[in-house]
């Protein structure tokens, strides 16, 4: 048997060697600023979110709108989201309070390149909601007449698997020791 332990023992540290030494991958994460949005009203709309265009997810807002003519200023930080992500556009809304629907269309689709990207004219705009999951924006509306969204990338560094799997082959390996030591009390009566 101990001649295991020593074997086992060996060869789980060259393996932990060999993939802790692998270098990490990294995931891209693009965040959109919004530069120089504005309303028809005299709002302004600032703040960022990010959005994958591997895996067409959005999230992480943090969009503020200013008061103008039409509606008072509103954070959109903790607000619902809903709809299609394709990268052409996306909605928000918050039916818990104040009944807002905030909804921003650009004019080419977003990409994990980042860049400068330009509003849709005609369907970006914030309402009010109606409907029993505030899914409808009814009138009046303000609409956006200017302002681009820049995308800037970022990378994470992630863990890959086989440095994932380098950690639980040592746990595994401190287990088997811990047994074997534990076993050899029991038989010493200790």
């Not at 009203?41 to 990010?50: E, L, N, R, T």
């Not at 994990?112 to 509003?119: K, P, T």
């Not at 380098?166 to 047994?179: N, Q």
Request: net charge neutral.
């Amino acid at each position: 048997m101990n001649k295991f332990i020593k074997a086992l023992t060996i060869t789980s540290a060259t393996a932990i060697a060999m993939f802790t030494a692998s270098f990490p991958a990294k995931a891209v994460v693009v965040n959109w600023s919004l530069n120089g949005v504005t309303y028809d009203d005299g709002g302004i709309v600032s703040g960022s979110f990010q959005y994958d265009a591997d895996t067409k997810e959005i999230g992480n807002f943090d969009i503020f709108v200013t008061d103008g003519s039409t509606f008072s200023s509103f954070d959109y930080q903790l607000a619902g989201l809903f709809g299609g992500f394709n990268g052409t556009g996306f909605s928000l809304r918050n039916f818990r309070s104040n009944n807002r629907f905030f909804q921003l269309a650009f004019d080419s689709p977003l990409t994990n390149a980042g860049g400068i990207v330009s509003y849709a004219p005609n369907t970006s705009f914030e309402a009010t909601c109606f409907g029993m999951n505030c899914s409808t924006p009814v009138f009046p509306a303000r609409l956006v007449n200017a302002g681009t969204f820049v995308g800037t990338v970022e990378t994470e560094k992630v863990p890959e698997p086989l440095t994932i799997m380098g950690t639980v082959l040592a746990g595994g390996m401190g287990i088997a020791i811990k047994k074997k030591r534990a076993k050899k009390n029991v038989e010493s009566g200790i």
